[in-house]
């Protein structure tokens, strides 16, 4: 069913993040139940990492998406939208990665890069557009 609707591209990405945030919390719990670790880091540097890697992608996430909303209900075109979005699941994506151990430690500042480039261009198109 196709209901009218304000919003029709930064949901894509808030869905598409909300979706990447079940494996990254799975992740912790799991590894939680397998070595017996019920609050806390337990003093293990692996899961105090997987443990920050999910931190990092909740204190940066929200902020943006609410960011992407304004912009997109204050008239942006789909290419800033999609630049800023894309942005920013392609630097939590890398900075995951990297931080958690999953791939190259390079990942970990790219993502953060792409994540706050994506701050600064939707930060910056909505005093554009409203000073």
Known sequence: ??????????????????????????????????????????????????????ANFIETVPLLVILLVLMELAGASSTWLHTVGGLLVGGRFLHYIGLSGMGPFVGRPIGIFATLISYLAASGWLLYHFL
Do not use: E
């Open 1 to 54: 069913m196709n209901l009218p609707t304000i919003l029709s591209i930064t949901p894509i990405y808030a869905a598409v993040l909300g979706l990447f945030f079940v494996p990254i919390t799975l992740r912790v719990g799991l590894y939680r139940v397998n070595n017996k670790i019920d609050l806390g880091d337990g003093g293990d540097k692996k899961l105090l990492r997987i443990m920050r890697a999910q």
